[in-house]
C-alpha cells in the first residue's frame, strides 16, 4: 500500500516561498500512469487542488497558481516537493501530498496526513 509523508516548515514569512517534500513508500513515484498531487484545504474552506507531477516527470497545474508554484521530484529519493513563491497570509492551508489520477480531490487513492503551513510574519 502506497504511503505520504509531508514534510516541512510550518510557519512561513509573507512573500517568501513555501517549499515541502513528500515521501512516498510502498510504491514507487515512476511507474507507470501514475500520478502525484499536491491538494490544500484554507481553515473553513474547500480542498484545492494545485498541480500534479506525473510518472514521466510532466508537470500541470493549477491555471490560478500557476505563475507561484513547482513541483519536481527526487527519483533517488523517491520524493517529489512543492514550491509556492510570494506566499501571502491566504496560502494558509493544510497541505496534502496524495497519488491518484485527474484533479478532482475526491478521486484520490492514497493521501498524506497533511502539513499545517501558516503564512505570518
Known amino acids: 500500500q502506497v504511503q505520504l509523508q509531508e514534510s516541512g516548515p510550518g510557519l512561513v514569512k509573507p512573500s517568501q516561498t513555501l517549499s515541502l517534500t513528500c515521501t512516498v513508500s510502498?510504491?514507487?513515484?515512476?511507474?507507470?500512469?501514475?500520478?502525484w498531487s499536491w491538494i490544500r484545504q484554507p481553515p473553513g474552506k474547500g480542498l484545492e487542488w494545485m498541480g500534479v507531477?506525473?510518472?514521466?516527470?510532466?508537470?500541470y497545474y493549477n491555471p490560478s497558481l500557476k505563475s507561484r508554484t513547482s513541483i519536481s521530484r527526487d527519483t533517488s529519493k523517491n520524493q517529489f516537493s512543492l514550491q509556492l513563491s510570494s506566499v501571502t497570509p491566504e496560502d494558509t492551508a493544510v497541505y496534502y501530498c496524495v497519488q491518484g489520477l485527474g484533479r478532482d480531490p475526491g478521486g484520490m487513492d492514497y493521501w498524506g496526513k497533511g502539513t499545517q503551513v501558516t503564512v505570518s510574519s
Open positions: 507531477i506525473a510518472y514521466d516527470g510532466t508537470t
Open positions: 510502498g510504491g514507487s513515484i515512476t511507474t507507470s500512469y501514475y500520478a
